[in-house]
């Protein structure tokens, strides 16, 4: 019974017996007082800690009573027997006692969707890491011009997308624009891990990773570094139409950057675990703190968004990043379509994962040959370059799929000045581009 209320809820039967792999109608005997004993127990906190409301249905087989329960999933979490120590969880067909992990993830899950607007105290406006939030407001203009927060002044804007409340910053608010010192004084070892894999588990991978991220100063900006890597793990064709007008297909992309999307604003921050994203050669995996609000195949059949952080949420959806009406899984399982490659999703106590599968052709490049363009490229002196240009050159070297637009936006700088510190570089010879303008790659030239 703690196993079903802490979970998706379950059928208890009483009258079968069980003889190896069958099972035998055997009946109960006085059903109608079996039934009251296990509801005034259920109903009452003098043996769980919260009250449980069975469902009953009574069944008269071949003139043998059956008592079938239905335990619904608690909505206060974790629900034990006696003691904390009786807490129960069910994984496949069976129950287990929670361990301490769970048990805490249960806990935090008692406030699944509201910490992310509740204020963080010793934090202000001051807070916000003024690059981050800048970037981000002149993202929204040219996304999503019509946007009515784009006329908004600072403080106006602040409030209505919860980012500060009463004058502190919010969580949500914190994570997503804050310094990342205010951050980590928060949430303590802040970080999105990502990693690429030489092989298709650890056990087969000659080195433990060939690629990761640097640690970022708060959400937005890991949202760009995340999403330029995985960008290379998709196609994007470009077709004709009937009217001869070319335009790209995006829906690979958009399922990987829904399911970023997904693990960013679905993460339990608060846990000890850390949301990470691993690419190994035949799969990529987003793996994050916090189950999902309903199992897998019941969120499948709504189209009702369910965020742990709405306001993560609300950020996201005004860039126009994610999906609002709750089809976020619907474009994930885009990828299976387009790639004919599975996609599957898993969830327990505590963590989410999704996986898409990949051809093993796409294998990220091999960290040394980055490290050898980086110390290339730090022997400056010789090519002159400004401190931008080796910005520029970092960031090509890193993100091969990155844009002049979108270095623009991250250095807030004109793209024109962009573009001219680019053609300085490709006329010097130290970076040349391969393919065209929706599916090229930058490529360092060993000096």
């Not at 000890?272 to 897998?296: A, C, D, H, Y």
């Not at 969120?299 to 742990?308: C, N």
Request: hydrophobic content about 35%.
């Amino acid at each position: 019974m703690s196993a079903f209320a802490n979970t998706s809820g379950g059928w208890i039967v009483l009258g079968v017996s069980q003889n190896g792999k069958t099972f035998e109608i055997t009946g109960v005997t006085d059903m109608e007082k079996l039934e009251q004993d296990l509801g005034n127990t259920l109903r009452s906190k003098n043996k769980f800690n919260v009250v449980i409301n069975p469902t009953f249905q009574k069944f008269n087989i071949d003139g043998k009573k059956v008592l079938a329960c239905f335990i619904p999933s608690s909505d206060v979490k974790p629900v034990y027997y006696n003691s904390l120590q009786n807490t129960f969880i069910r994984t496949g067909s069976g129950d287990q006692r929670a361990t301490d992990f769970e048990i805490s993830a249960l806990f935090r899950d008692q406030t699944f969707g509201t910490m992310s607007e509740k204020i963080v105290e010793g934090t202000s406006v001051e807070s916000l890491n003024r690059s981050s939030y800048n970037r981000f407001r002149e993202y929204l203009k040219w996304r999503n011009p019509d946007l009515r927060y784009n006329q908004m002044s600072d403080d106006e804007f602040n409030r209505r997308l919860k980012i500060v409340k009463d004058g502190k910053l919010t969580y949500g608010g914190l994570l997503f624009l804050g310094k990342n010192e205010e951050i980590t004084d928060t949430f303590s070892d802040f970080r999105i891990d990502y990693f690429e894999i030489p092989g298709t588990n650890y056990s087969d991978a000659a080195v433990r990773y060939t690629y990761r991220i640097d640690e970022q100063e708060n959400l937005w900006e890991y949202y760009f570094v995340l999403f330029q890597r995985l960008k290379n793990y998709a196609n994007n064709p470009l077709t004709i139409g009937e009217m001869g007008i070319g335009h790209e297909d995006t829906k690979e992309i958009d399922a990987l950057r829904e399911a970023l999307v997904n693990l960013l604003i679905h993460s339990d921050y608060f846990s000890i675990m850390k949301p990470r994203i691993r690419v190994f050669t035949n799969r990529i995996e987003f793996e994050n703190p916090g189950s999902l609000p309903l199992p897998v195949e019941e969120l499948l059949k709504i189209d009702e968004s369910l965020p742990r952080n709405p306001v993560l949420a609300k950020f996201f959806r005004v860039a126009k990043l994610c999906e609002s009406g709750g089809y976020g899984f619907d474009k994930m399982l885009e990828w299976k379509k387009q790639t004919g490659n599975n996609v599957t999703f898993e969830t327990s106590i505590g963590k989410t994962k999704f996986a898409f599968f990949i051809d093993t052709t796409k294998i990220a490049k091999d960290e040394s040959d980055n490290e050898n363009v980086v110390k290339n490229v730090a022997n400056d002196v010789a090519k002159n370059l400004t401190e931008r240009q080796q910005i520029i050159v970092k960031f090509m070297c890193d993100l091969p799929t990155i844009t002049a637009e979108e270095m623009s936006q991250r250095l807030s700088v004109a793209q024109r000045t962009i573009q001219r510190d680019i053609q300085a570089l490709t006329k010097s010879g130290i970076v040349r581009r391969e393919g065209g303008r929706s599916d090229g790659k930058w490529l360092i030239v060993e000096q």
